[in-house]
């Protein structure tokens, strides 16, 4: 994953305008408008800063009770920190833009967790492998996909509202977008199948091809999805792709979006909702 994605950590407050680019010198004026955005929605400012050490291309904090700004921290090495920064905001908009009752928080489920382990158990003990190293397996495995299912569905509906809305990012979109299509056919290597269960190999591995198959009809490419139509994956990621399109795209719906990814993928009883609370 190139991002995180964006941790609900509560509810806006009131809070003046900044200097929200006050750090960084890329696009200012295009970044700008969408932290306008986040602040007329939500009351508060957007700081951003940069944090050289961040693995990932950018994460977000959003703001809780009285905080007083959500924080969108970025990869300064990056060539396309514009892009990550509105990405992370794209979801703040989307939290912003669902009646306070229905927001909600996603987590894992000790079910989920307990059959992962099971999996991962039948996997690796015949590799090998001791209880500590399984578990951390385990664990990876499990909270990554968990992390991917909120992601992925989510993380479409703001790239889609991105190259609508937001063209001029165009250019560092494309080139975020390619690197992650080429990063996800890695996990279709046989090193990968060697070390994961065939249930968390074979969901993670779907939501790649719809998210392939998303960029495929967006760019007219075909060739993103040649490797998940060779893999076998191809044909359940576009039934997650319909249930993008067939679900409204308001962000009171985004819970139902992940709930259809979940369901088709076979994930049931793995992830849980929450409301969110100050």
């Not at 509810?11 to 970044?31: C, H, I």
Request: proline share 5%; charged share 25%; hydrophobic share 40%.
């Amino acid at each position: 994953m190139l991002f995180s994605t964006a941790t609900i950590v509560g509810n806006g407050s009131n809070g003046e305008r900044g200097p929200d680019l006050k750090q960084r010198e890329l696009m200012p004026e295009l970044t700008q408008k969408v932290l306008d955005q986040v602040h007329e929605a939500t009351g508060v400012p957007v700081i951003v800063q940069p944090d050289p050490t961040l693995r990932l291309l950018a994460k977000m904090t959003m703001a809780r009770g009285t905080a007083p700004a959500h924080v969108v921290s970025y990869n300064p090495r990056t060539a396309s920190a514009d892009y990550a920064i509105c990405y992370q905001c794209g979801f703040i908009l989307r939290v912003a833009g669902t009646p306070v009752e229905q927001r909600f928080e996603m987590a894992g489920t000790y079910r989920g967790r307990r059959d992962a382990e099971h999996l991962v158990n039948e996997q690796l003990r015949p590799l090998g492998l001791n209880r500590t190293q399984r578990l951390e397996f385990r664990d990876r495995m499990f909270d990554g996909l968990i992390l991917q299912l909120r992601s992925v569905p989510l993380g479409l509906r703001v790239d889609a509202w991105l190259s609508q809305e937001h063209s001029g990012l165009a250019d560092q979109q494309r080139a975020m977008i390619s690197h992650q299509l080429q990063e996800n056919t890695s996990a279709l290597g046989p090193d990968v199948r060697k070390m994961t269960p065939a249930k968390i190999l074979t969901a993670s591995a779907t939501m790649n091809a719809a998210f392939a198959a998303f960029w495929s009809r967006q760019w007219a490419d075909s060739a993103l999805v040649a490797p998940y139509r060779l893999s076998g994956h191809l044909a359940e990621g576009e039934e997650l792709l319909k249930i993008l399109d067939t679900t409204p795209d308001t962000p009171a719906q985004d819970r139902d979006l992940i709930d259809g990814w979940g369901r088709r993928l076979g994930l049931d009883g793995w992830y849980e909702f929450e409301m969110v609370r100050n």
